[in-house]
């Protein structure tokens, strides 16, 4: 039997998810049942998903899916959301989607790259947790950053760089450069005729020239991610 805040919550949920297709927040769900705290809603979610009521969508922190609903707080009795709901269906995909400002989604961590002299990118094969609100649509992966070439663009050591994975950028962008096939680094990407100039933002360190078949282009600077220890 699930309680009245229970029920309340589970139906709080659905109909967020059928007007927007995203979860709401722990922070909207405590206002909207008039709780004194998140560890009330954390208690109640729990409940829920111990009751095969809602499910956890699997790399989000705020993805909520309802399983099935309850027809009456009282007895407890609920009816499964039907697979052939095609309400539920399109609310699904939508949900599916990390779209919201607080959400969380795991991009793949590509090792360390150089912001001063080109260093092998090595690939890795872990990944990390980043708010949906810095990347935006496309592909994504994240590279932790080597040197101070680009302290001027306001990347340091140690910070990481969220990278939209494409082959192409205009002038005056951030790149992600493969040197040689070998080598890569962060850079603003400037073309020269038929050469390609990586430059740093560091008055310190002097531009790199490539002839155009040297350089490819793997990805565009999305943004940042700093550590404080």
Do not use: C, W
């Not at 729990?46 to 009521?53: V, Y």
């Not at 592909?139 to 306001?154: N, T």
């Not at 933002?201 to 404080?228: D, F, I, S, T």
Request: glycine share 8%.
């Amino acid at each position: 039997m699930l309680t009245a805040k229970q029920h309340e919550l589970i139906r709080f949920i659905q109909e967020r998810l059928e007007d927007t297709g995203i979860s709401p927040s722990f922070e909207e769900m405590k206002e909207a049942l008039d709780l004194k705290s998140k560890s009330g809603v954390h208690r109640l979610i729990s409940a829920l998903e111990e009751r095969g009521f809602i499910r956890r969508l699997p790399n989000r922190a705020r993805a909520l899916e309802v399983v099935k609903l309850p027809e009456d707080a009282v007895t407890g009795s609920s009816r499964p959301v039907p697979a052939t709901d095609t309400r539920v269906s399109a609310l699904t995909a939508r949900a599916a989607i990390p779209q919201p400002a607080n959400d969380i989604v795991d991009v793949p961590l590509h090792g360390r790259i150089a912001a001063g002299a080109p260093i092998e990118a090595i690939e890795g094969q872990t990944s990390m947790p980043v708010p949906a609100a810095l990347l935006g649509p496309g592909e994504h992966y994240a590279l932790e950053i080597s040197g101070d070439s680009m302290i001027e663009a306001g990347i340091f050591d140690g910070d990481f760089a969220l990278v939209r994975r494409t082959d192409t950028a205009r002038d005056g962008e951030i790149v992600v450069a493969l040197v040689d096939n070998e080598e890569a680094t962060l850079k603003y990407l400037r073309r020269e005729g038929t050469r390609i100039r990586l430059d740093p933002a560091n008055g310190a360190y002097e531009p790199q020239v490539y002839e155009q078949h040297q350089v490819q282009v793997q990805g565009k600077l999305a943004g940042l991610l700093r550590r404080y220890h």
